[in-house]
């Protein structure tokens, strides 16, 4: 195994790493809207300022699910084209003479 292999190797693991992290998040953002939900008292009345507080938590929810779903993305990204490098890093190092051995 090459040092390049093994840099690529290290870049997949961390992708992967970086799409559970994010993934859980996304988990924990919506178990936090589902706990807020289930524990709102089921008459809230007309008060502008509850309102205004309960829209500005759902929105910064919604942010962070939005970040958390790009984080998600850009990682997947990320793996695939390392488990590509690591394919052609295999294809190129198969080809070669070891002069180790």
Do not use: W
């Amino acid at each position: 195994m090459g040092v390049n292999m093994l840099v690529s190797l290290m870049a997949r693991m961390n992708a992967i790493s970086q799409m559970h992290n994010a993934q859980y998040a996304m988990m924990q953002n919506r178990i936090n809207m589902l706990s807020m939900c289930r524990n709102m008292p089921t008459f809230c009345g007309n008060d502008p300022g509850r309102l205004a507080m309960l829209h500005d938590v759902d929105t910064r929810m919604a942010m962070s699910n939005a970040t958390n779903e790009t984080l998600y993305l850009i990682a997947q990204a990320q793996e695939k084209a390392a488990a590509q490098r690591i394919a052609q890093e295999q294809k190129s190092e198969a080809n070669k003479i070891s002069y180790i051995a």
